[in-house]
């Protein structure tokens, strides 16, 4: 094949349109990557219906697995054949957050797949498609032949994110409470419980989700967790909802010196309602997380690799719909049937 199809999207409210381009050559540090399977993470639909702006036109879909086919110089031959993960954010390595504050994801010069308008660069951009051509200092990471395509792919957003807000815990930390059982939350689960948390709490409004927690080693709770734990109990709270109005919640069922790891509310419209005297007398830690480093999604490979079997993580993913049907597969994603739909181009 000497092209590549992409699902271009204009904006919202516009039809996704497919074009071919063709294959670039891989420029230094380099790969060209096809893809076997990419997944819809929830910023997208945002992005498709008007709630957050992206560039336009562009390429849609962060979140993949694919087979490397190409490489540039400096990038080791051996890669060629793998199949490969990728980090969402391709960063510079010299800048003071690369450099100095251990956060590559807010590089000086940062690019984001699925980001980036169709003029930048090649245009394979996005992982609604194809192929993708990933940038010198993307992190790359193979995908162990015991975790299927569908599995892989949502790990370079949701799984390695919650690494990243999982890596610090308080001392001691026996009980967790996860506000959230889409993705974010089901990998948490699974995350806290495999660093010896002997007991996750998970909260949810949608009673379908709510079904999945058990399987993972949670304990369900349905709108509210004041009705399974006690205020000021919890070592932990995560917000992985998107909505802050979980948050004064959070702050009640945390204990004096506790902990507050904020994850979902990655939007403008999410307003504050507490007081700092809530935050102050209980001596709280409360830290923001948005994307990860590379090392945080090498962990979540090795995670996944570790406990492919302990889990069903088959079950949070859709049967695949090809690229050509991304139109249903967004819709069906919409339905919020599945915490993840999958396309195999």
């Excluded at 807010?106 to 609604?128: I, M, P, V, W």
């Excluded at 995350?191 to 058990?214: F, I, K």
């Excluded at 069922?253 to 506790?258: A, C, F, I, V």
């Amino acid at each position: 094949m000497s092209t590549a199809r992409i699902a271009v999207f204009k904006g919202p409210g516009q039809p996704q349109e497919f074009q071919d381009l063709p294959l670039p050559e891989c420029g230094v540090g380099e790969l060209l990557v096809a893809i076997f399977c990419a997944t819809i993470c929830a910023s997208d639909l945002h992005t498709i219906d008007g709630r957050r702006r992206e560039p336009t036109p562009c390429v849609l879909g962060h979140e993949a697995v694919g087979r490397v086919i190409a490489v540039g110089a400096d990038r080791s031959p051996a890669l060629v054949g793998q199949r490969v993960t990728w980090s969402l954010a391709d960063s510079c390595g010299g800048c003071e957050p690369c450099r100095e504050w251990d956060l590559p994801q807010k590089c000086d010069r940062l690019f984001k797949y699925g980001h980036a308008q169709l003029s930048d660069g090649s245009g394979l951009n996005g992982c609604y498609a194809s192929h993708i051509l990933l940038r010198r200092g993307t992190a790359v990471v193979p995908v162990p032949d015991t975790v299927p395509d569908e599995v892989a792919a949502p790990a370079n957003c949701a799984l390695a994110t919650m690494v990243n807000a999982t890596e610090r815990l308080p001392d001691p930390c026996r009980l967790a409470v996860i506000q959230g059982a889409g993705m974010l939350g089901i990998y948490g689960c699974a995350l806290l419980r495999a660093r010896g948390v002997a007991r996750v709490v998970v909260v949810d409004t949608n009673p379908a989700r709510l079904g999945l927690v058990a399987a993972f080693g949670g304990e369900p709770a349905l709108g509210s967790a004041t009705g399974v734990i006690r205020p000021g109990q919890a070592d932990a709270v995560f917000e992985v909802a998107g909505t802050s109005a979980v948050v004064e919640e959070g702050v009640l069922l945390l204990r004096p010196g506790g902990f507050y790891a904020w994850v979902g509310m990655v939007h403008p419209a999410t307003p504050l309602a507490f007081t700092g005297e809530a935050v102050l007398r209980k001596c709280l830690t409360i830290s923001g997380y948005h994307n990860y480093a590379p090392r945080h999604l090498a962990q979540g490979m090795a995670f996944l690799k570790r406990y492919s079997a302990a889990y069903p993580w088959a079950s949070l993913v859709s049967p695949a719909f090809p690229l050509t049907d991304l139109i249903a597969a967004l819709e069906l994603a919409r339905s919020q049937q599945w915490l993840r739909v999958a396309i195999r181009p």
